[in-house]
């Protein structure tokens, strides 16, 4: 929640958030495949509740969560 916060108060749009959120994890564990929605791609996906693109703070309001095709997570 603090992080999207920051970003969002440094002048960040939801466009570059989305973006940063799975890519710089990704580029942390140094696995070009994460990060990243394409064929043969792990499946890690997030569903959240509302659309960010009307606020940035729906980010971090996570309905669902899939690691590697797998839920994880689901309220």
Not at 15 to 22: Q, T
Not at 53 to 66: C, G, L, P, Q, Y
Request: aromatic residues 6%; glycine residues 6%; proline residues 7%.
């Amino acid at each position: 929640d603090e992080e999207v916060g920051r970003m969002s108060r440094a002048g960040m749009d939801w466009r570059a958030i989305l973006d940063s959120l799975p890519s710089a994890p990704a580029r942390r564990v140094k696995d070009p495949a994460r990060g990243a929605l394409a064929a043969g791609a792990p499946a890690d996906l997030v569903l959240l509740e509302a659309d960010p693109r009307d606020n940035v703070e729906s980010f971090t309001h996570v309905r669902a969560t899939w690691f590697a095709g797998r839920s994880v997570f689901s309220k």
